[in-house]
């Protein structure tokens, strides 16, 4: 999630739910909303940097199809209609003459013109101050362009009636490259900085080629899928398609990323040098920074992305959606994201639960904070900077068979945010404990634990003798040590099939007592190193009422005992 202040509107509407609004009804609503709207107005300004981190920019009448800024002019391509902005977004002229179709496709600027796509209008090049675009049909000859983009001084064109068109002199002349294409219907191009280029087509896959010129001939990479958008990341290629996004580049086999389950539809993918963002219909906007884990931007705020925009110089992201909404992104502002809630499912009550999170920081501002959890979760650390990863153990001991939702509270110096952990823990009604002769290993209704001291048998009696805590512990009773009176003394509390149990006995003493009637034991508890009672098996077992079998082929003690 993104912390930002949002002031949902809903939460007025359910104080006056109960009655119907009428005449004074009314202006009391009205006063009432323009107090609190003042009082959040005060409420907000400490984390204004939140607020301001995420905003709506401006809205549109159509689609917003292309967003591109050079930092002087923004302008917005929708499906029908070219807008202007020289004032970061402001204000905006629509800006059409001279185009024959105002659906735009591509945007991009190369030397002192801008180079505009249109869906049936073919290309156009000119500038924000003449009176009109001038077409390129006569050097571009398809009216569908679907992709525009540059590098130095070349411009290259994707179309889906006449293929692939690359200028290498900022538009003055144009040369074909589709050799090896099994198809005309280009959709999308990338050149990376080692000069290796990939092409998308629509329906037909990707492909590549390592040379760019009137011999190349081009390869094919990822076959059959219809191609939306191009990006390299970290190394690897990202392949936005119809039904997906996906992973690998020359030599290195296609994975897709599964992030989003089906088939997503990718609408876009931009990136800087340490983040890739990945627009999704129906999902919203994604971002990497190491190019496999990926966390959403804006929990929903925009779920029908259809273009990005990313301004380096600024750290500005742009969003346009199919509502016509354009979204800014303040990437220069710490933004902290990271999943809100977290299912760690079933477990046996006495048992530990483990899970881990990630607070990471989207923005290139610095982000600290601090972790809080209730006392029966376990952080693996409690002080973020940055982006963290966080681990942590839920040890259910103290708590009863229930469900139960519990909030991990991130402080940090944008706002807070809580991580709800749902767990639920089961009521056990047998309790196994399994030990083996001479080995720490232990295991507690399927649960290993290391034992401080092993099992072992004594030589002289031929008894096997036991931790004493250990086994009390898991059957649930409390041990105390009276080190002036060297006395064990181990309480249980009554259950549905077991009375309450009191045991007292002293190390190096056969004597022991249990519910204050002496009992006589084959061998004397001892203490070994480091420090632990060992008392024989069936006394301890015997006495909490729980039955105990012996496998002598593997050495190996099973206890049950019935809750």
């Known amino acids: 999630m993104v912390i930002a202040p949002i002031v949902n509107l809903k939460i007025f509407v359910q104080v006056f739910q109960a009655k119907t609004l009428r005449g004074h009804d009314m202006r009391k609503l009205f006063t009432f909303i323009v107090f609190i709207l003042l009082v959040f107005s005060i409420l907000i300004l400490p984390f204004s940097v939140i607020g301001n981190s995420v905003g ?16 002087n002019n923004l302008l917005i391509g929708t499906e029908s209609g070219l807008f202007i902005s ?88 144009w040369l074909d490259i589709n050799s090896g294409l099994p198809t005309q219907k280009t959709t999308s191009f990338i050149s990376t900085e080692s000069g290796r280029n990939f092409l998308g087509t629509e329906d037909s896959g990707l492909y590549y080629s390592e040379s760019l010129d009137e011999k190349t001939v081009w390869q094919n990479l990822l076959p059959e899928y219809s191609v939306t958008s191009l990006s390299y990341f970290m190394g690897s290629l990202f392949v936005g398609t119809s039904s997906g996004l996906f992973k690998g580049n020359v030599g290195i086999k296609f994975q897709k990323m599964d992030f989003i389950g089906g088939e997503p539809y990718i609408a876009g993918i931009i990136y800087n040098n340490d983040r890739l963002f990945v627009a999704i219909q129906n999902f919203g906007v994604f971002v990497t920074l190491d190019g496999i884990n990926f966390y959403d931007v804006l929990q929903g705020q925009v779920l029908f992305p259809r273009s990005l925009y990313l301004e380096n110089s600024s750290r500005k992201l742009y969003i346009g959606d199919n509502n016509g909404n354009l979204s800014l992104i303040d990437l220069s502002l710490p933004l902290l994201v990271c999943r809100t809630k977290i299912d760690l499912g079933v477990v046996n009550e006495g048992n530990k639960l483990s899970g881990s999170f990630s607070i990471v920081n989207i923005g290139y501002g610095a982000l600290n904070g601090t972790i809080f959890a209730p006392a029966f979760i376990k952080l693996n650390k409690t002080n973020f900077i940055n982006t963290s990863s966080i681990n942590f153990i839920v040890d259910t001991a103290e708590l009863s068979p229930d469900n139960y939702t519990v909030p991990i509270k991130i402080s940090s110096n944008i706002g807070a945010q809580n991580i709800y952990i749902s767990f639920k823990v089961l009521e056990v009604t047998e309790i196994k404990i399994t030990l083996t002769i001479d080995s720490k290993d232990a295991y507690v209704n399927g649960e290993k634990i290391l034992l401080d001291a092993p099992p072992f048998i004594d030589k002289q009696s031929s008894r096997t003798l036991v931790p004493l805590r250990f086994i009390s512990q898991a059957f649930g009773a409390e041990v105390e040590w009276d080190e002036k009176l060297r006395k064990v003394t181990i309480k249980k509390a009554p259950t549905k099939n077991n009375p309450a149990i009191l045991i007292e006995l002293w190390p190096g003493d056969k004597t022991a007592k249990v519910n204050l009637k002496s009992v006589e034991l084959d061998v004397a508890p001892v203490i070994i190193p480091p420090g632990r009672t060992m008392v024989p098996l069936r006394f301890i077992s015997e006495s909490f009422g729980s039955s105990v079998s012996w496998d002598g082929i593997n050495r190996r003690i099973t206890i049950i005992y019935k809750r």
């Open 56 to 71: 709506n920019l401006n809205q549109f009448p159509y689609p917003i199809t292309l967003i591109f800024s050079d930092g």
């Open 86 to 173: 020289n004032d970061e977004g402001r204000g905006f002229v629509q800006k059409n003459s001279g185009l024959s179709d105002t659906h735009i496709t591509g945007i991009v600027r190369s030397g002192d013109k801008y180079f505009i796509g249109t869906s049936e209008g073919g290309l156009y090049a000119g500038n924000v101050k003449d009176q009109k675009w001038i077409s390129f049909s006569n050097k571009v000859n398809c009216p569908t362009i679907s992709s525009v983009s540059s590098k130095d001084n070349m411009i290259f064109v994707t179309s889906l009636c006449t293929g692939f068109h690359v200028s290498f002199d900022y538009g003055s002349t």
